[in-house]
C-alpha cells in the first residue's frame, strides 16, 4: 500500500463531499484499520481477495460498519472467489446471496463492480441492481463497471443504486460536471430517495 501517496489524497480538499474510498486488497483487520489510520473514509473489502465472511465480520468490529464497503467483484456476471471461498469443484454461490451474506455480516454499503464491464460503456446490470435493492432495502448500493452517459446514471438511480464508481465516461468527456450535477439535483427534486444525493460524484 503507498501509505504516503494515500495520506497526501486524503489531505486533498475537492468540492466534492470528501470521502476517500480505498481498495488496497485487504482482507483483514489490521490492513483494514491501517487504510482508515492513513486518512481513508472508508475501506473496500473485496470479494476476490476475501477469504471467509469471518474476516469481513471482523473488519466490520474493528472499523465501524459504516466505515466498511463490500465489493461485490464480478465478471460478467460472474462473482470472482477466492479460492478459500470455493468448494472443491471450484463451485461458489451467486451474486445475490454473496451480498446477502455480506450484509449479514454487517456491512452497511456494498459495490456492484463487474469488472469485465469496465470501460466498455455497456452499462451495469440493472436487473441484477434492482434485485440486490429488493434484497437488501436497507443497505447503501453502490455501482461500477460499464457507465457512459447521464441516462446510464439516471437508469442506476431508477434502479435503486445509491451512487456511481465513473471513469472512463469523465477521462473521454462523455461525462461532465453539469451531468453529474443534473442527477444529483433530480435527487433533490423528489423524483428519487434523498440518500442519492451524498453519493453521486
Do not use: N
Not at 86 to 95: F, H, I
Not at 175 to 196: F, M
Request: proline share 3%; net charge negative; charged share 20%.
Amino acid at each position: 500500500m503507498q501509505r504516503t501517496l494515500l495520506r497526501e489524497l486524503a489531505a486533498f480538499h475537492t468540492g466534492f463531499s470528501g470521502a476517500l474510498m480505498v481498495d488496497a486488497g485487504t482482507h483483514l483487520p489490521e490492513g483494514a484499520l491501517e487504510i482508515i489510520s492513513c486518512g481513508a473514509s472508508d475501506v473496500v473489502v473485496g470479494l476476490e481477495t476475501l477469504h471467509a465472511f469471518a474476516d469481513l465480520t471482523a473488519i466490520i468490529k474493528l472499523v465501524g460498519s459504516l466505515r466498511v464497503v463490500f465489493s461485490l467483484d464480478l465478471r460478467l456476471g460472474t462473482p470472482m472467489l477466492h479460492p478459500a471461498m470455493q468448494d472443491a469443484r471450484g463451485a461458489g454461490p451467486d451474486a445475490v446471496s454473496l451480498a446477502e451474506q455480506a450484509a449479514a455480516a454487517g456491512t452497511a454499503s456494498i459495490l456492484l463492480l463487474d469488472v469485465g464491464r469496465v470501460g466498455t460503456g455497456c452499462g451495469v446490470d440493472l436487473g441484477l441492481l434492482e434485485s440486490l435493492r429488493r434484497r437488501l432495502p436497507d443497505v447503501r448500493l453502490l455501482a461500477g463497471g460499464g457507465v457512459l452517459t447521464r441516462p446510464d446514471l439516471e437508469r442506476m438511480r431508477d434502479s435503486g443504486c445509491d451512487g456511481a464508481l465513473v471513469a472512463s465516461a469523465i477521462h473521454t468527456g462523455r461525462l461532465t460536471a453539469a451531468d453529474l450535477d443534473a442527477v444529483s439535483r433530480s435527487d433533490q427534486s423528489g423524483t428519487s430517495d434523498s440518500r442519492y444525493v451524498a453519493d453521486w460524484p
